[in-house]
């Protein structure tokens, strides 16, 4: 399991965008870090086509960042899919716990691979400063393109109707009940909430982070969690 999830609170704090995620295709992206790894004239050219202005900082780096990538993303047929979104969305949809334990042992262990898609559980690599750091950079990557693309979707509040289009704040707020089911009241339903903790504050530092009344729209939603 991750240990340090400080990554809003070091001494080099990094916005969230300001580094390679910029590219958005990501084709590009792994073959702009392989440009880093080459060690040609093709870094400058890269850099500034894709306008990174926090680019990594040696090949050895960028190999890192690219073990981390391949974690994430999986190329299938020539369409990337985001293994850190299927994970989400999977805890978001799973059954809570139930009083037969059959049926618990097995969703946890459902649970407990979705989380390790993630690399919350028994990724050895983790172990790793180096890697701990490029760890969190992508959680907060895949934070911050979450919850953006769902205040910014007007059809988010109806995915599953297709009727209701939801004003902001309850979109805002609709996005803290998926974190907090999907990062927190599953992984805590199947004993698992220790292994999800690391990711869950990432997506609350980032929300808070991203949304001008972010921090008050948490708080305001644990409240009622309350009552």
């Known amino acids: 399991m991750l240990r340090n999830t400080d ?127 490029l760890q969190l950079e992508e959680w907060v990557d895949f934070a911050a393109s979450y919850i953006k693309v769902c205040i910014n979707d007007k059809t988010y509040g109806s995915a599953f109707g297709g009727m209701i289009h939801m004003q902001d704040k309850d979109a805002a707020m609709k996005v803290i009940s998926d974190i907090d089911t999907a990062l927190y009241e599953i992984p805590l339903d199947y004993e698992l909430i220790e292994e999800a903790k690391p990711l869950y504050k990432i997506f609350k530092e980032t929300y808070c982070r991203l949304l001008e009344s972010g921090t008050s729209l948490w708080q305001e939603y644990m409240n009622g969690k309350d009552h």
């Open 7 to 133: 990554i809003y609170n070091d001494s080099h704090q990094r916005d969230i965008t300001n580094n390679y995620h910029e590219i958005e295709d990501i084709a590009e992206r792994r073959d702009y870090l392989l440009s880093v790894i080459a060690g040609t004239d093709e870094i400058h050219e890269a850099a500034i086509k894709y306008n990174c202005l926090n680019p990594p900082a040696s090949a050895d780096e960028a190999a890192m960042r690219i073990q981390v990538l391949d974690h994430r993303y999986e190329n299938k047929g020539g369409q990337w899919i985001d293994r850190y979104m299927h994970a989400f969305m999977m805890l978001l949809t799973m059954n809570r716990a139930s009083g037969i334990s059959l049926f618990n042992k097995k969703r946890k262990a459902q649970c407990a691979g979705y989380l390790s898609e993630f690399g919350l559980v028994d990724n050895a690599a983790a172990k790793e400063e180096d890697y701990l750091s």
